[in-house]
């Protein structure tokens, strides 16, 4: 399976993905934390502006992660990433995305979120279900599942990792996993492009 890994960070689920035998791929704004074992293979992209550069793959993918990347995108360019991604993949391919749900007073509780309202980071925007599923709508994607994730353990991880990072300048290695866990903070959402 073809997969693109659309906001990979450094790239550490590529390497998982191709570990596994698929044939993937990661794009990332920021190619300061690209692992140099698989940098082949990780691309420079904004998502929010037309894709000249994945012209070199020639070719579309069957699935795209695009996960807790979308609250970050300026208002308007959320919308121009879901048609991008629209654009890479192939007919009825398959986009997982992952997504803060709006939650009245819980948002207080998003370190990120806070930031950002206190106008000390980038704009972080979190997505009531009915919002979330226009802009796909609109995007030309079809909903295939929902599932809510991360509860009280997963808010947790989510402040520890933030503590680790900012404070204590540690990377990557140290973060705390919140895994997968059904709960209430999260989007995750499967959709098939139309």
Partial sequence: MRILDCGAWGGKKV????DEGHDAY?????TSRFLPEIKERLFKLDITKPLPNLQQLNKKFDMIYFEEVLEHLDEGKDEIALKNINQLLNQNGTLILTTPKSIPYMEDWDPAWVRWKLGLGPRHHHYSIEELFTKLDKAGFEINKVRLNGGVWWLFCRWFNLILKHIFRLNDNYRLQSMKRKGYFDLEVKAIKK
Avoid at 15 to 18: C, P, T
Wanted: proline fraction near 0%.
């Fill in 26 to 30: 990661g794009a990332d704004i920021d």
């Fill in 15 to 18: 390497k998982e993905l191709l």
